[in-house]
């Protein structure tokens, strides 16, 4: 299994304050997918109501267009998010707020990874910066400027 390719795995959780959905990102997932950027390996939906307990979503009619937006997406399971992992995403999300727990391959990076560990390479560490970090750091050069 070792020189299998396959790429790294992430997770994202993103809240949608006050439940609201609008299934306006859906298209460029699907297009990551169909482009094999990334794989999904499982997709949950929880909804965190306002006592704070948690409860699952089904699939819907996001953008309310007649057609079911995450029909694509139905049964998507991997195993990998068990009921831990829903609980423990829960804690940061506010109540009466709506989640999606997405779980990825990221195909993009399978054969350089492959290639990485057939020679004998490991990963050390990872990281991600925040979006928000970057542009704040982008508007403070741009005052030095």
Do not use: K, P, S
């Given at each position: 299994m070792a020189d299998a390719?396959?790429?790294p795995i992430?997770?994202?959780?993103?809240e949608f304050p006050g439940s609201r959905?609008?299934?306006e990102g859906l298209p460029m997932l699907v297009d990551l997918v169909d482009r094999g950027v990334i794989r999904i390996l499982d997709l949950v939906f929880v909804k965190k109501e306002l006592d704070g307990t948690l409860s699952g979503l089904?699939?819907?009619?996001?953008d309310r267009d007649g057609s079911l937006d995450l029909a694509v997406f139905e049964g998507v399971s991997s195993g990998?998010?068990?009921p831990d992992d829903v609980e423990e995403a829960g804690t940061v999300l506010e109540p009466g707020s709506s989640a999606g727990i997405l779980v990825y391959e990221n195909c993009w990076a399978a054969p350089f990874a492959a290639a990485l560990r057939r020679g004998g390479a490991q990963l050390v560490a990872s990281g991600r910066i925040p979006v928000q970090a970057?542009?704040?750091s982008l508007d403070?050069?741009?005052q030095l400027t």
């Open positions: 390719e396959i790429g992430d997770y994202i959780v993103v959905m609008t299934g089904e699939l819907a009619d996001l990998l998010i068990g970057i542009l704040a403070d050069v741009d």
